[in-house]
């Protein structure tokens, strides 16, 4: 096979990207080079993307000239290449996907640890991606949103600069570039937390469609599992008949055997956005019923009954108002301390402390400990973890999802040979304890109980939210499920008392207000 000519863009994020395919390439045979074209989205810095013309402003020359002979490969970062292709080319080959999460950038004198996202009120924070604004904003209604545009390093260095207290960027780039980061406070911000954009840390190797020996070629390159992924995301897309200024994530991964899909889309970069997750056993029509649930005029439930007390400003509260859904939040049982002093000999030699609730986090802050500097933090989900900032400290480890024998697994692989304190609940299920190995020293402190609260009127509400298995003794020690009214579990334990009463309910995916929200978004209330 002839050398061949490999079209892309001049920054050093595209020249990464090519050299990657370009080595690849070698790898199996292939001698190439690097041909640098300047597209529209180079030549235009002054302008937001949303404001430019058309669609692939980083994508129409490179195309134009492989259509025109000039090159026999353009390499693509997915994301920025409109749904649908100019006749006559072709996606031939897709590489393993890296890490497509988000990175927030701080400026270490703009840090709040004891805020969500650890950062100041009010702070200026650069991007120029609408789906980045409308999520980021869901999370942190007080943050400033100004456009930044300019590649990698160039955003890197106004935030040097101080143009902005952070900034935003897709981890991929970062982790290929292999920048240092040590001189800000860095952020890791999970996929469903804030949903990348559909292909976001993918690759497209663009060729013409009638160069079939190089599309064979091409096969070495392909990771089947990434196309099959990033397909349902980009097909998302199409149908919504977006381009990369709508503010949409999507983001689907395969896990155990199923696809796991989260979507996020606002109206506009400043609308709050609606999340849906959905967990199937293959992709067929579930990109058309995503779109569905986003277009058609269905009807969402009028009331929601949640166990517990929703703050006025919560991320729940809000993305349910927007749909003038009502809220009825009310706890159906009562914690009392059982501990009032916490002897500082107790917490000598202690390597981490494991929190499994808010009510944990809190009870055991109220006793004032005095914790050693080395003592790290494990959180069931991002509601224990936002507790725990409040009291100051940053968890080392989430976990995230509401299978609680995945999380107990993934921290006991973290924490062998070490001392793990867990300050509890006195009727707590121990499931963290129980999965822990036996090189693990465990430090056992209830510190709290539970009540239940007397005579607990019934709820008409169209859909029902149960925070723990307590909740749900106490609400079915009197009350029984009205005909239509659809239940909500929070967490294994809690779905797990339905299980035994025979009553069908549904598992958010994470334990936390976003996985509420998800689920309630998903519910249909039949007419």
Same mark, same amino acid.
């Given at each position: 096979?002839?050398?061949?000519?490999?079209?892309?863009?001049?920054?050093?994020?595209?020249?990464?990207?090519?050299?990657?395919?370009?080595?690849?390439?070698?790898?199996?045979?292939?001698?190439?080079?690097?041909?640098?074209?300047?597209?529209?989205?180079?030549?235009?810095?002054?302008?937001?993307?949303?404001?430019?013309?058309?669609?692939?402003?980083?994508?129409?020359?490179?195309?134009?000239?492989?259509?025109?002979?000039?090159?026999?490969?353009?390499?693509?970062?997915?994301?920025?290449?409109?749904?649908?292709?100019?006749?006559?080319?072709?996606?031939?080959?897709?590489?393993?996907?890296?890490?497509?999460?988000?990175?927030?950038?701080?400026?270490?004198?703009?840090?709040?640890?004891?805020?969500?996202?650890?950062?100041?009120?009010?702070?200026?924070?650069?991007?120029?991606?609408?789906?980045?604004?409308?999520?980021?904003?869901?999370?942190?209604?007080?943050?400033?949103?100004?456009?930044?545009?300019?590649?990698?390093?160039?955003?890197?260095?106004?935030?040097?600069?101080?143009?902005?207290?952070?900034?935003?960027?897709?981890?991929?780039?970062?982790?290929?570039?292999?920048?240092?980061?040590?001189?800000?406070?860095?952020?890791?911000?999970?996929?469903?937390?804030?949903?990348?954009?559909?292909?976001?840390?993918?690759?497209?190797?663009?060729?013409?469609?009638?160069?079939?020996?190089?599309?064979?070629?091409?096969?070495?390159?392909?990771?089947?599992?990434?196309?099959?992924?990033?397909?349902?995301?980009?097909?998302?897309?199409?149908?919504?008949?977006?381009?990369?200024?709508?503010?949409?994530?999507?983001?689907?991964?395969?896990?155990?055997?199923?696809?796991?899909?989260?979507?996020?889309?606002? /109206?506009?970069?400043?609308?709050?956005?609606? +999340?849906? !997750?959905?967990? *199937?056993?293959? #992709? %067929?029509?579930?990109?058309? =019923?995503?779109?569905?649930?986003?277009?058609?005029?269905?009807?969402?439930?009028?009331?929601?009954?949640?166990?517990?007390?929703?703050?006025?400003?919560?991320?729940?509260?809000?993305?349910?108002?927007?749909?003038?859904? /009502?809220?009825?939040?009310?706890?159906?049982? +009562?914690? !009392?301390?059982? *501990?009032?002093? #916490? %002897?500082?000999?107790?917490? =000598?030699?202690?390597?981490?402390?494991?929190?499994?609730?808010?009510?944990?986090?809190?009870?055991?802050?109220?006793?004032?400990?005095?914790?050693?500097?080395?003592?790290?933090?494990?959180?069931?989900?991002?509601?224990? /973890?936002?507790?725990?900032?409040?009291?100051?400290?940053?968890?080392?480890? *989430?976990?995230?999802?509401?299978?609680?024998?995945?999380?107990?697994?993934?921290?006991?692989?973290?924490?062998?040979?070490?001392?793990?304190?867990?300050?509890?609940?006195?009727?707590?299920?121990?499931?963290?304890?129980?999965?822990?190995?036996?090189?693990?020293?465990?430090?056992?402190?209830?510190?709290?109980?539970?009540?239940?609260?007397?005579?607990?009127?019934?709820?008409?509400?169209?859909?029902?939210?149960?925070?723990?298995?307590?909740?749900?003794?106490?609400?079915?020690?009197?009350?029984?499920?009205?005909?239509?009214?659809?239940?909500?579990?929070?967490?294994?334990?809690?779905?797990?008392?339905?299980?035994?009463?025979?009553?069908?309910?549904?598992?958010?995916?994470?334990?936390?207000?976003?996985?509420?929200?998800?689920?309630?978004?998903?519910?249909?209330?039949?007419?």
């Amino acid at each position: 096979m002839k050398k061949l000519i490999i079209g892309t863009r001049g920054s050093d994020l595209a020249l990464w990207q090519a050299n990657f395919i370009k080595d690849k390439l070698a790898e199996i045979g292939a001698e190439a080079e690097l041909k640098i074209i300047k597209t529209q989205g180079d030549k235009i810095l002054n302008l937001r993307l949303d404001k430019l013309e058309g669609k692939g402003f980083f994508t129409k020359e490179l195309e134009e000239e492989l259509l025109g002979g000039t090159i026999d490969i353009a390499v693509h970062s997915h994301k920025d290449l409109p749904t649908n292709h100019p006749a006559g080319l072709i996606i031939a080959a897709v590489p393993e996907r890296e890490d497509p999460s988000e990175l927030l950038l701080i400026l270490k004198d703009c840090v709040d640890i004891t805020q969500k996202l650890s950062l100041k009120t009010g702070a200026m924070v650069g991007t120029s991606s609408n789906r980045r604004k409308a999520q980021l904003l869901a999370l942190r209604p007080d943050l400033n949103i100004e456009d930044l545009r300019g590649n990698v390093p160039t955003r890197i260095g106004k935030l040097r600069d101080e143009d902005y207290d952070a900034i935003l960027l897709a981890k991929a780039g970062v982790n290929r570039l292999g920048i240092d980061l040590s001189e800000f406070h860095v952020e890791v911000l999970d996929t469903t937390e804030l949903v990348p954009s559909p292909a976001q840390g993918a690759l497209g190797i663009q060729i013409r469609e009638n160069d079939t020996e190089l599309f064979q070629l091409l096969q070495q390159l392909n990771h089947a599992a990434t196309a099959e992924e990033i397909a349902v995301e980009r097909k998302v897309l199409n149908l919504f008949e977006g381009g990369c200024h709508m503010p949409l994530g999507c983001y689907c991964k395969k896990e155990n055997g199923q696809f796991e899909v989260w979507t996020s889309k606002a /109206e506009s970069d400043e609308d709050f956005p609606d +999340r849906l !997750f959905y967990r *199937v056993d293959h #992709l %067929d029509g579930l990109a058309e =019923k995503i779109v569905e649930k986003y277009t058609s005029e269905r009807k969402l439930p009028s009331k929601v009954f949640i166990s517990r007390e929703i703050g006025e400003h919560s991320y729940f509260r809000r993305a349910l108002e927007k749909h003038h859904i /009502e809220i009825e939040g009310r706890s159906l049982i +009562r914690t !009392f301390p059982i *501990v009032h002093v #916490l %002897d500082p000999f107790y917490l =000598k030699n202690i390597d981490w402390i494991f929190f499994s609730s808010r009510n944990c986090v809190e009870y055991f802050f109220n006793l004032k400990p005095t914790l050693s500097k080395k003592t790290k933090f494990g959180v069931v989900g991002r509601g224990s /973890e936002d507790a725990l900032r409040r009291a100051g400290h940053l968890a080392d480890y *989430v976990g995230e999802g509401g299978d609680i024998d995945e999380v107990a697994e993934g921290f006991a692989a973290l924490v062998e040979n070490e001392t793990v304190m867990f300050p509890r609940a006195q009727d707590s299920l121990l499931s963290i304890q129980k999965a822990l190995k036996e090189s693990t020293k465990v430090v056992d402190l209830p510190i709290y109980e539970t009540a239940i609260v007397d005579d607990i009127d019934q709820t008409y509400a169209d859909v029902l939210i149960f925070t723990s298995p307590s909740n749900v003794d106490a609400y079915f020690a009197d009350n029984l499920l009205d005909p239509g009214q659809q239940v909500i579990a929070i967490g294994n334990s809690t779905g797990k008392k339905f299980d035994e009463m025979g009553v069908k309910y549904l598992l958010p995916y994470s334990p936390d207000e976003i996985g509420l929200a998800e689920a309630v978004f998903g519910i249909d209330i039949k007419s």
